[in-house]
């Protein structure tokens, strides 16, 4: 039997009711709270079926962090609270990422 791993995706809805899909790069815990690290989904030519060109100076193209709450028993995803929060997660996740290239991840 074979199992498939492909990439983890999670849709989100801003304040406004747009959809987001974000492709799940990675979790991590600290001090109780799960925090995600997180890629805007890579949207296919509906001509093509290929990836479209992804312009990394985009603004919106780039990594999302986002924590994970708990509101009426139901869990949900939530921006940080401080950008001192934002800049401690990312550090973390960035020695998360170069870790695994170092060690051929």
Do not use: C, H, Q, W
């Not at 001090?31 to 989904?41: D, M, Q, S």
């Not at 509101?71 to 973390?92: F, P």
Request: glycine share 8%; proline share 3%.
């Amino acid at each position: 039997m074979e199992e498939n791993f492909g990439p983890d995706f999670i849709t989100v809805t801003d304040e406004d009711g747009n959809d987001f899909e974000l492709e799940l790069v990675d979790t991590l815990e600290r001090e109780g709270v799960t925090y995600y690290a997180l890629f805007p989904a890579v949207e296919e030519d509906e001509a093509t079926g290929e990836p479209r060109d992804v312009d990394a100076d985009d603004e919106e193209y780039g990594l999302v962090i986002m924590k994970v709450i708990e509101e009426n028993g139901e869990e949900l995803l939530s921006t940080l609270d401080s950008d001192e929060e934002l800049e401690t997660v990312y550090e973390l996740f960035m020695e998360r990422f170069f870790e695994e290239e170092e060690n051929g991840g």
